[in-house]
């Protein structure tokens, strides 16, 4: 029997406070998690909120950002912080899960290709099955020697590293009718 637990990452107030942020793509972005946390929630699936914390800057708990964007109205039912890339180390979430005999992970929220997808491969490093819902991510583009990637190519690189490999790729109707 799967036991499945949302994990919300990193949906917080930081980002509006960093230089690459932008508004495109976050409308979408917005319907596709809440979409998805309203139908987890009527399932009676635990929604756990991941937020990065730094020392300095806008992701300090001291900045005041490091709380759910504000579209969100989601009790969570256990938030961890993290301060590395992926939800595991340091931050209890393992323990908590396997507390509760979760054993199927949904992933979810910010940055696609960074957090999002560290934590996909991490879980299933763990035995975790997973489920990248990439509709309910977002991201930046992002330039490296020269060559800019575009939100659509880091979504897609990361579908293809992780498809088969770490985790199942679905929409968030295909992940709610498989629930």
């Known amino acids: 029997m799967s036991r499945t637990a949302l994990i919300n990452i990193d949906t917080q107030q930081s980002f509006h406070h960093r230089e690459y942020w932008q508004e495109e793509g976050f409308q979408a972005f917005q319907q596709a998690i809440l979409g998805l946390i309203e139908g987890c929630e009527s399932r009676e699936i635990p929604v756990v909120d991941i937020f990065h914390v730094d020392d300095k800057g806008p992701f300090s708990l001291e900045s005041g950002f490091v709380t759910p964007m504000s579209f969100l109205r989601h009790q969570p039912a256990v938030v961890f912080h993290k301060h590395v890339h992926n939800a595991f180390t340091d931050t209890g979430l393992d323990h908590w899960l396997r507390e509760r005999d979760i054993n ?76």
Request: charge should be negative; glycine fraction near 6%.
């Open 104 to 179: 199927h992970l949904v992933i979810c929220g910010l940055r696609t290709e960074q957090c999002c997808e560290t934590t996909a491969r991490v879980a299933s490093d763990l035995g975790y099955a997973v489920t990248f819902v990439s509709e309910a991510t977002l991201t930046f583009p992002m330039t490296w020697k020269g060559v800019t990637l575009n939100t659509d190519d880091l979504r897609h690189r990361t579908e293809t590293v992780l498809a088969g490999r770490f985790a199942e790729i679905k929409t968030v109707a295909e992940t709610l009718e498989s629930l």
